[in-house]
């Protein structure tokens, strides 16, 4: 008959489970504990002592540090059942993507699998699953996830935004979104994605340039040239929208324009396009938002006086 299996000390369960833990920011699978040699009984005993805390069937706080949302996509693909691996929103942010918050965090998992219920945490079940970054924390190539989060969005502007995003940070090239999108049977908003989708590869990198190109088609204006380069006595610039042909130049402003040095930084550049004979308006994000008809009176005046001088 084999011996009991000696309980380790305290000093030692950390030792073996603190460079797990490490790996995602303070959790551990219960199976990556018993491979390093840390038993149930050895859990229990941290569990009841109070140092560690048991999250779910598999999920073991090991570090009693701020959660994570690194931790917490853990906790979210372990819960889930075998096979699961971050999507959408959660997958992009992986990736890398930034200034987007959500509180849900999607799964892909294999349809066949078990599947367990887990709070804040939305499964979507595949009979094929889509491709796979490994390296990391696993989850859905950016090209699907960022397909599969516009379809799952509240609303069309918040589809419009996500595709915007990873496009402008880069974390997908919009020849690809375009390509992987081609390959979809099914999909929700198709019209929606189809026209947002061919307004990025024409080059909008701002939700605020998609919206005015949108609100030029509605105004019976001439589409404009978009990230056109202007190279100024202080630098290089990329102009947001523009008609170079009438040195007509709109600068759309986001939220970052209204950040530390970014207005003084601003005008120095708005003065270096009006020396260069360039006539520039700026709209706020939120401007054409709430004052929409005014501001794009101003656009269809200004295009106007331009033609007539170059005429």
Not at 22 to 39: E, F, N, P, T
Not at 140 to 149: E, G, T, Y
Request: proline residues 5%; hydrophobic residues 40%.
């Amino acid at each position: 008959m084999e011996a009991p299996r000696r309980r380790l000390q305290r000093s030692e369960r950390q030792r073996l489970a603190q460079p797990v833990a490490d790996l995602h920011d303070g959790v551990a699978h219960r199976r990556q504990l018993a491979i390093v040699g840390i038993s149930r009984e050895d859990i229990q005993g941290e569990v009841d002592a109070g140092r560690w805390l048991k999250l779910g069937k598999h999920t073991v706080v090991v570090l009693r540090q701020s959660w994570s949302r690194r931790a917490a996509w853990f906790h979210a693909m372990w819960e889930s059942g075998s096979g699961a691996v971050l999507d959408g929103i959660a997958a992009l942010q992986a990736s890398g993507l930034d200034g987007f918050q959500y509180d849900v965090i999607d799964v892909a998992q294999p349809a066949n699998n078990r599947r367990h219920r887990v709070k804040r945490v939305r499964a979507h079940y595949y009979k094929t699953m889509p491709p796979v970054v490994q390296g990391g924390v696993p989850r859905v190539r950016p090209d699907h996830a960022s397909l599969h989060a516009a379809q799952w969005a509240s609303t069309d502007r918040m589809a419009a935004l996500i595709l915007v995003l990873v496009v402008g940070q880069r974390i997908v090239r919009p020849e690809q979104l375009l390509a992987t999108f081609r390959t979809l049977r099914r999909c929700t908003r198709r019209r929606i994605i189809a026209g947002v989708l061919q307004d990025i590869c024409d080059g909008v990198r701002s939700l605020g340039e998609l919206d005015f190109a949108r609100l030029c088609r509605r105004h019976g204006l001439p589409p404009p040239s978009r990230q056109t380069l202007r190279v100024l006595p202080s630098g290089r610039a990329y102009l947001d929208v523009c008609w170079d042909d009438l040195d007509l130049i709109i600068e759309i402003d986001g939220g970052h324009h209204f950040e530390a040095l970014s207005p003084m930084l601003d005008a120095l550049r708005q003065n270096e396009l009006v020396l260069t004979r360039g006539a520039v308006l700026r709209i706020p994000v939120l401007g054409l938002r709430l004052q929409e008809a005014r501001f794009m009176d101003q656009v269809v005046r200004a295009h106007e006086a331009a033609t007539q001088r170059a005429a």
